[in-house]
């Protein structure tokens, strides 16, 4: 009766494999690698094509002796190691320190252990493949040259008992390099705006939350952006450069929707929200000021260039000029320490624009030079 003799990786695989192919099959272990370059030198010829030298590893002697007597009874032999790049190295292995060349030797390989996928395999045995083999060695070899050569160059100049590696050393770098990146970050203000969409035909409300435009994300910035657009109206020219103004900033979303549902009532204008912006700027100036409209007018066009430089949109809402004076608006513009003396002429309602649609000349022709 012909004997086979199946090799595998692990010793847990033997007894189920043996149970699947019957009693003419021997399937024994290796215990892994039973070769690999030596500990105590380099092992890699580097003036000769880096040609790896290969020993023996301890303590694997007896398991090749073993599997040595059981090839001598078999007349074939299949390598069942594991079907990756090292178990296809360990299956050359074994051939080269069982000296397997003369015997019938085949290379199966199954990815579960069932009696249908250990049966295939061994319909579909072929050779060992040596592009496998020799991407575990580069690897392997690598591996070695990198970690006995660099590693005594940091105990030499930075601390003894360090060790370099061809994976470890790169992903220590990633990591120190991300390290400094969480160190010198400096943390931002940011907004998030939301908004609550309820969908026909959906029960449940939907959430969506700003991204941006449609080219790019956009994040609501710090305060500080905001106190450079005011500063901007600060800045504008007024009449004798008296500088009666005053400015008051909002962003409490309930506010601003306050004072727009309060406008839109008195203007009987439904869902009237002005743009849905995220601040609000009202210049306000004394109603004796003779300039106060020019004044104010000045501010707000430098609000908006202030507000474009930073990619921030703008518009102008003059809705609240025409109901300043009712008694409800002037109790919210009060709350807000708006004096009563004070007139408001514009607001800048200031956010990101859904769209950046291209700007052109409205009135061609308007222009006349007298030279």
Known sequence: MARYLVIVESPAKVKTIKKFLGSNYVVTASNGHVRDLPKSQLGVDVEHDYE???????????ILANLRKEVKKADKVYLATDPDREGEAISWHLSQALKLENKKTYRISFNEITKNAV?????N?????????????????????????????????????????????????????REEEINAFIPEEYWTLDANLKVEGEKKILTAKFYGTEKK?????????????????????????????????????????????????KLKREHYDM??????????????????????ACAL????????????????????????????????????EIPDDHQVFGIAALGYAKAHPKQEVKKIGTVHYVE
């Open 119 to 123: 049966k295939a395999s061994l319909k």
């Open 301 to 336: 066009e430098n609000i908006f260039l202030a507000a474009h430089s930073f990619g921030v949109g703008s518009v102008w809402i003059n809705q609240l000029r025409d109901v300043c004076e009712e008694k409800e608006i002037r109790e919210i513009l009060r709350g807000w």
């Open 52 to 62: 790896p030298k290969y020993i023996t590893i301890r303590g694997k002697g007896e």
């Open 217 to 265: 994300k956009m994040t609501i910035r710090s305060k500080e952006e905001l106190e450079q657009i005011v500063q901007a109206g600060l800045y504008a020219p007024s009449g004798h450069n008296y500088q009666t103004w005053k400015f008051t900033v909002v962003t409490s979303k309930e506010e601003i929707q306050k004072l727009a549902e309060m406008i839109g009532k």
């Open 275 to 296: 743009y849905q912006p995220q601040v609000l700027l009202i210049p306000s100036n004394k109603k004796d000021n003779p300039h106060a409209m020019e004044d104010n």
């Open 125 to 177: 045995a072929r050779e060992i493949d040596m592009d496998l083999v020799d991407a575990q060695q580069a690897r392997r070899v690598l591996d070695r040259i990198v970690g006995y050569r660099i590693s005594p160059l940091l105990w030499a100049k930075v601390k003894r008992g360090l060790s370099a590696g061809r994976v470890q050393s790169v992903a220590l770098r990633i990591i120190a390099d």
